[in-house]
Every structure is written in C-alpha cells, then in structure tokens.
C-alpha cells in the first residue's frame, strides 16, 4: 500500500533551518493539494502550509515569512522550507496529501510524522 515518507527531521538551534521533504512510496494516479501539519505536546494538530496542485500556498499566520512550502510535481514531491526556527516551532510534522490511485476521487493520506526539535 502506498504511504507518504517524510525526511529531514532533527536538532537545530534556534534561529536555524531545516528542509522537510515527503513523497509517496510508490506510483501513483495523481496528487492534489498537498499540506504539513504539526503537532506539539499536549495540542492539537494545527495546519502549518499548504500547496494547491496550481502553487497556490497558505500559510499558520505563526510561520508566515519564515516557512516556505513548495512542490515538484514531476517528482510528486512536497517541501518544507524552515528558516528561523524558534523553539515554539517544536513538533511532529505530519505531511498530507489528496491521492489518487486511478481515476477517480482522492483520498487522504498522512504520513508517519518527523521530529522537529528547536532547542539550544
């Protein structure tokens, strides 16, 4: 069964930046919008950035002008750029997408989550 990897989790000190990335495991029909969610101790998982299938981006007002989500869609591939990481930004960053198999309707799928830790 297909599933979404996520890489480029870690340690960093604040003030630094990391690159997530995510993709499918395997072939796929198509992708639509594709998403990072975040999620810290003892809070819900709020939407960080998101990604229409045109480029069109949205961003948590919490990361705006510091994260930049974009896409390759020739490699079906999502990115989130991290800069000026403040220890506030510590999570679990789940990435998200609406795939489809074959024609027909998306579907949700989630991956497994990376540890984002900003600390000194």
């Known amino acids: 069964q297909v599933q979404l990897v996520e890489s480029g989790g870690g340690l960093v000190q604040p003030g630094g930046s990391l690159r997530l990335s995510c993709a499918p495991s395997?072939?796929?029909?198509?992708?639509?919008?594709m998403d990072w969610y975040r999620q810290a101790p003892g809070k819900q998982r709020e939407l960080v950035a998101e990604?229409?299938?045109?480029?069109?981006?949205t961003y948590a007002d919490s990361v705006k002008g510091r994260f930049t989500i974009s896409r390759d869609n020739a490699k079906n591939t999502v990115y989130l750029q991290m800069n000026s990481l403040k220890p506030e930004d510590t999570a679990v960053y789940y990435c998200?997408?609406?795939?489809?198999?074959?024609?027909?309707?998306?579907?949700?799928?989630w991956g497994q989550g990376t540890q984002v830790t900003v600390s000194s």
């Open positions: 998200h997408a609406n795939l489809r198999m074959a024609p027909g309707p998306y579907r949700n799928y």
């Open positions: 395997g072939s796929i029909f198509s992708i639509g919008s």
């Open positions: 990604i229409t299938t045109g480029g069109t981006t």
